[in-house]
């Protein structure tokens, strides 16, 4: 399990973030006990646990463009974060316009 600490922004609630980064509310509850999720406040930091849903066997590559964020990258290639995380160095993720991420492939 990866762990993305975010801040909590004016208008933010639970669900819109589980949504933004396709992240079960209940696993953000879970990983987040000290912390009232019922009454967030703007500045918090919270634990967002990403928890890679599948293994995948093929990737393909996204090209970042200006004004990408983690949460944007994760809705256009509909996949979970914590498996763009895990397919790309977590460490050294840079959001910069044209940087290139590997990306995996969901196949339906």
Not at 1 to 27: A, H, Q, W
Not at 45 to 61: E, G, K, M, S
Not at 82 to 99: F, H, K, Q, R, W
């Amino acid at each position: 399990m990866f762990c993305l600490y975010y801040e909590i922004k004016p208008g933010d609630t639970l669900y819109s973030i589980s949504r933004r980064y396709n992240v079960d509310i209940n696993t953000i509850i879970s990983a987040n006990p000290f912390i009232n999720v019922y009454n967030l406040q703007a500045g918090d930091v919270i634990c967002l646990p990403c928890i890679p849903q599948d293994r995948y066997n093929q990737f393909t590559t996204y090209t970042v463009e200006s004004g990408d964020t983690l949460g944007t990258v994760i809705s256009k290639n509909r996949i979970n974060l914590a498996n763009l995380l895990e397919a790309n160095d977590i460490y050294s993720i840079s959001l910069m316009p044209g940087t290139i991420l590997s990306v995996p492939v969901i196949i339906e």
